[in-house]
């Protein structure tokens, strides 16, 4: 089924599935609710027997996100959004929305930063610690669910971005084709010069 190499959510509940000898298309039925019909709470997957819905709540939470919106502020063209995560920790979502009905999203990779460019508000922070895949990929989950199109996505939130090995799997369930299934083309990342995550 979906071929990736380190444990997102999505290979967790896989894993959960096969564990309690469940079949194969539970899985699908999972995805489909998520991605095509956009439900986020599990006990709302009414397609799923309610002994396995009452499962997957008791193992994974009430919601599929992992990031809890805390605060958005909305213009015309532009919405941040505040995500709460664990640790009582911060991070922040930019969705930009353009006349010819393009979206394109801003997100974070980290919480806080390092590097301390002299251009960015982040690094005053100081790294606070990497987000997991889940919390990176989550940022646009949040947005689909909602109902928005995801057109183009950019690492230029907080952090930077090759700093965290985390990216490379977000990477990976962004382009699955059974999850966000997003064309490379439309994935940026920016960078101040990491050759190693460059290379890779």
Excluded at 125 to 131: C, D, M, S, T, V
Excluded at 162 to 176: G, P
Aim: hydrophobic share 40%; charged share 25%.
């Amino acid at each position: 089924m979906m071929q990736l190499k380190q444990s997102n959510k999505y290979i967790r509940i896989q894993d959960f599935l096969r564990e309690h000898n469940y079949p194969n298309f539970r899985m699908r039925q999972i995805l489909n609710a998520i991605f095509k019909e956009r439900i986020d709470k599990f006990h709302e997957m009414n397609v799923l027997p309610k002994l396995l819905r009452e499962k997957l709540v008791e193992e994974f939470g009430e919601s599929i996100l992992d990031v809890i919106p805390l605060k958005e502020q909305h213009s015309e063209q532009v919405s941040k959004v505040l995500f709460g995560i664990s640790g009582n920790e911060k991070i922040e979502t930019v969705n930009m929305k353009y006349k010819a009905g393009w979206e394109s999203f801003c997100i974070s990779s980290q919480c806080g930063c390092n590097f301390g460019c002299k251009f960015c508000a982040t690094g005053d922070i100081g790294l606070k610690r990497n987000l997991t895949s889940d919390e990176i990929t989550d940022q646009i989950l949040y947005f689909h669910l909602k109902g928005h199109s995801i057109d183009s996505i950019s690492f230029m939130g907080m952090g930077e971005a090759l700093a965290n090995v985390q990216v490379f799997d977000a990477l990976n369930v962004l382009t699955n084709p059974e999850l966000f299934a997003l064309s490379p083309r439309r994935l940026s990342i920016s960078t101040i010069g990491i050759i190693p995550g460059i290379k890779k």
